[in-house]
C-alpha cells in the first residue's frame, strides 16, 4: 500500500461547478498536510498549509482533514478556467520531517 | 522578494555521464531540498540541506549526492547516467520555522540519451 494515493484523474468539469479533489493515506503519524498546484512547465506552488484535523478556508479553496479516516480534500469554490492543473497532496509527519506527495490530479475547467 | 531559481533549465546528457544542478534559494531561506518528478513515480524527495548540512535523505542510490554552500545556494550532483534518470529535477526552499511551507523552482528538465 502507497503512503499517499491520489486519483491522478484527469478530472474535468464546467466552470463555475465546485471541484473536489482527495487523497487517502495509511501512515497515521502525519500531522502536516498541504495542497500545491502545478501548471505545466512550472514548479509546484503552495495553495494550502494545515496542521491536524478540521478545515481551513482560503478565498475559494478550502482544505479539509480528517485523520480518523486517513483522507484530506481540497475544495475548489467557483472553478476558473485558470484553476486547470495538477493539484499534488503532500504531508508530513514533524515540521522537520521529508515530505509526501501524491502523484496529482490533472484537472480541467471547461469554458 | 525572487523566488527560487534554477540553473540549466534544460539539459540533455548520454548515459553513463554526470551532471550537476544548481540551485538558489530565495533570500533568507536556509533549507533547501531536492525533489524528482517523474509521470510514473510523481514527485519523489531526494534530500534536504540546512545550513550545509544533510538534514533528510530519501531512498535513491548513492549516485545522487548534493551540498549546500554557506550562502545556501544549493547543487545536486548525478554520476553515471542512466536513461531512468531523465526527469523534472525541482528543487525547493524553506525557512527555519516552516519547513513545510516550501517554495520551488521551475526545475531543471534532464534528458538521459
Known amino acids: 500500500q502507497k503512503e499517499v494515493e491520489q486519483d491522478p484523474g484527469p478530472l474535468s468539469v464546467p466552470e463555475g461547478a465546485i471541484v473536489s479533489l482527495n487523497c487517502t493515506y495509511s501512515?497515521?503519524?502525519?500531522?502536516?498536510f498541504m495542497w500545491y498546484r502545478q501548471y505545466s512547465r512550472k514548479g509546484p506552488e503552495l495553495l494550502m498549509y494545515?496542521?491536524?484535523?478540521g478545515n481551513k478556508e482560503d478565498g475559494r479553496f478550502t482544505a479539509q482533514v480528517d485523520k480518523s479516516s486517513k483522507y484530506i480534500s481540497l475544495f475548489i469554490r467557483d472553478s476558473q478556467p485558470s484553476d486547470s492543473a495538477t493539484y499534488l497532496c503532500?504531508?508530513?509527519?514533524?515540521?522537520?520531517?521529508?515530505?509526501?506527495f501524491g502523484k496529482g490530479t490533472r484537472l480541467h475547467i471547461l469554458p | 522578494k525572487a523566488g527560487v531559481t534554477q540553473t540549466p533549465r534544460y539539459l540533455i546528457k548520454t548515459r553513463g555521464q554526470q551532471v550537476t544542478l544548481s540551485c538558489s534559494p530565495i533570500?533568507?531561506?536556509?533549507?533547501v531540498s531536492w525533489y524528482q518528478q517523474t509521470p510514473g513515480q510523481g514527485l519523489q524527495f531526494l534530500f534536504e540541506?540546512?545550513?550545509?548540512?544533510?538534514?533528510n535523505k530519501g531512498n535513491f542510490p548513492g549516485r545522487f549526492s548534493g551540498r549546500q554552500f554557506s550562502n545556501s545556494r544549493s547543487e545536486m550532483n548525478v554520476s553515471t547516467l542512466e536513461l531512468g534518470d531523465s526527469a523534472l529535477y525541482l528543487c525547493?526552499?524553506?525557512?527555519?520555522?516552516?519547513?513545510?511551507?516550501?517554495?520551488f523552482g521551475p526545475g531543471t528538465r534532464l534528458t538521459v540519451l
Open positions: 540541506y540546512f545550513s550545509e548540512t544533510q538534514r
Open positions: 501512515n497515521s503519524a502525519f500531522q502536516y
Open positions: 525547493a526552499s524553506s525557512s527555519r520555522t516552516s519547513y513545510n511551507e516550501q517554495f
Open positions: 494545515t496542521y491536524s484535523s
Open positions: 533570500s533568507g531561506h536556509r533549507s
Open positions: 503532500a504531508m508530513s509527519m514533524n515540521r522537520d520531517d521529508k515530505i509526501i
